[in-house]
């Protein structure tokens, strides 16, 4: 059965690599012929084993196929319904997200209608409704006017997978609800306008434990209304994480005690140990005590541990159902049932066993739970510990071995953290020491008794459940003490790079050799096979050289310059909402997915929300040298410079100039002349944007912001010739242009174009944004200077190389490396 997962987990693995999904017409005949070539290779016994491996792991493959093929045919939403106003009916599906107080939920459409005739339901959307929203619950048949659009997320190196996460989760285009039709569109609903975003049921189209879910935790946040550990109670409670503060998590990360605030497999099976031993002695007691004809022969066909196992069992599944059935629940909830069931019929299996069969139900149920880290991370805990801790011959205490597993863990999980994650947590040991058994023993037990009090209507049990809960929050309340001071200790976690691909086989041998039982010799050579992973960095750019790389922040601006020795970040991104940015989004994983953790200056080219929405995030993740902007009056860090024309260093024989605002504005507000009042007003805003131009032997990179004309015309005062029209500017002309403020009309003058004569035109702007940019106009204008281009929506992360040493993917145009387009070198099939 070992064999037979793995492999089955090794053909799903290699299907999710695919940049395009195959024909699945023909894996059907495949899977009827092969049990045939099944059998075949078991009679090969041991000869056939590579062969039978191979086979379960195309069947794996298969399956997968087979599981995306279905997805993929039961709807989607096509280009031409991206955008338009359209009228669906269907069922929440999900308990609603509150953003900023305005939900996010999971519809399924079970009708939808497009200018007054029915189209083909698209299946599951997911929808936020910004404004004039009402109350949603979990189970609701509800009327709503939707805009929705196809799966879509930023694409970067070392950054969120949005749309694998989406295709995970079964969602096949996301949107948002409208308040009402537009004037174009009420034609074709006449009578219509007051019956969209209405409720057409109420909850009963929901399960019993989807509603009971629902219900506990209205009930939870009510009691705890007021309480700082609300959202970590109901984390515990119900697996509903949707409160748990951004600081919470902060700490909860860096002491590597996160797992804790899902319902984990540890939680599952504490629960269903405590049910066993409690209704095993309740058992015996009826047996003993009852003195019922019909009792003691119950208690004589139905042994007490048989009689336990079925409780138990009972008791895992309604626990794991609460949470909602995550990957660690349900790897959990299989084992406990494995185990039960062996109570009960009698049998034993070998824990590597039940661990195996754990991983084969889950992937067959789910075969695209692999896309998440958290299978990763729950099997391989798991295995750790089974394997460390299986036939070994301790004579130690129960603590001991309690404190052994954490550190083995701790060690054992570090190739794995490094991979997906590029950090583990140094302290994660000691705190999950302290951390668990308070979790486990005292806070979950208050919170699972006081939930289900509280459950209870009425009002006895209102009181008692409200005191359970308020003594699991302040139970919580003195172990986060403890958790605060240790996440901050300064050695708390290790940042590094993205190991280098050839680096990980080594690494997870070393690990295993490192783990292996006393009596084996030089376990400490483990060591080097990791070290590797640690000390082999990705290559950085030679003395003269500098990569360049746009990122994709959606309708945004950020871009880091990487030299040998220096890194510049310009710009930062936009800031959605409390809990998310860019900054910490995008910018900071990229950062460390290039090992880079100091930022020697970090350029702020004005203070739009788009350009500077993700600096507070860089500058608690990063050491952030220098602050150079436009406007230091919005920064409250004390390591900042106005930026100004003149302005010029070098850094590894890399060249960045400054060649705009004027020089006559850097003293902004204070300075009192009529010249320097003209340009302040007219260099504020968008046309105050530091311009960066950034050169070496190879070529240059010119950043604009967000200048419009008025700022293009001074930068091409000295560059008109007699006759009015603008000449190539040695200044100005660039390889590759960041376009102004995101190809908008009111930016890229033809005279501007003209002078910087682009080979490359690279626009930053977000998927169907609203504000319909680039403008075609503006893209007809740089390709009519023969510039190749590319925008951030449909490749995501651009990445230029300008190295002086030529190459075999050099631009056959220019002394340019071609570009890198990273949403196009990592195509999956379920990407755009």
Known sequence: MRLYAIAFLVGIFIFLQLPALPDSRWSLAIFLISPIIFYTCRQLSSKGLPLLFILICFLGFLWALLRAS???????????????????????VSMPILTNHKPRFEFDIHSLNYQGKKIKPIGRVQLSWYNGFREVKLGERWRFLVKLKRPHGFMNPGGFDYEAWLFHKGIHATGYIKNKLSKKEEEFYPGTADKINKRLATVEHASLIKQFRQHLSEKISLVLASNSSKGLIKALAIGDRQDITPAQWRVLTRTGTNHLMAISGLHIGLVAGFVFFLMKWGWRWVGYVCNFWLLPRCCLYLPANKFAAVFALVAAAFYAMLAGFSIPTQRALVMVALVMLSIFFQRVFRPSVILAVALMVILIIDPFSVMDAGFWLSFSAVAIILFCMSSRLYQKSIWWKWGRVQWIVAIGLTPLLLILFQKTTLISPVANLIAVPWVSLIIVPLTLIGSLVVSITSDISDAVGALLLNLAARSFDLLWFALDGLANLPFATWHQHAPVAWTVIPGLLGILWLLMPRGVPVRWVGVIGLMPMVLVKPPVPKDG????????????????????????????????????????????????????????????????????????????????????????QEITYSNKKRCANLQSWHWDNVKFDIISPPTEWEGGLQMNSKRSKALRNQYIGNNGSCVLKITNMTGSVLLTGDIEKSAENYLLRDYINAEGSAMLSTTLSADVLVVPHHGSKTSSTLPFVTAVWPKYALFPVGYRNRFGLPRTEVVDRYRAVGARVIDTAKSGAIEFSFFQNKNQNQDQNTNLNSPILYRKENRRFFNQ
């Open 70 to 92: 279905l997805f993929f045919s039961l709807g989607g939403l096509t280009t031409d319904q991206e955008g338009k106003e359209l009228i669906a009916e269907g069922v929440v």
């Open 545 to 632: 050289d500098f990569l360049f790389t746009l990122l994709d922040v959606g309708q945004g601006l950020s871009a880091v310059v990487q030299t040998r020795h220096h890194v510049l970040v310009y710009d930062t991104g936009p800031r959605f909402s409390e809990r998310f940015n860019t900054g910490s989004a995008v910018v900071v994983p990229f950062l460390n997915h290039r090992g880079i953790d100091v930022v020697d200056m970090l350029l702020i080219s004005h203070g739009d929300n788009d350009h500077i929405g993700g600096m507070e995030s860089i500058m608690e993740e990063m050491d952030v040298k220098t602050i150079l902007t436009s406007v230091p």
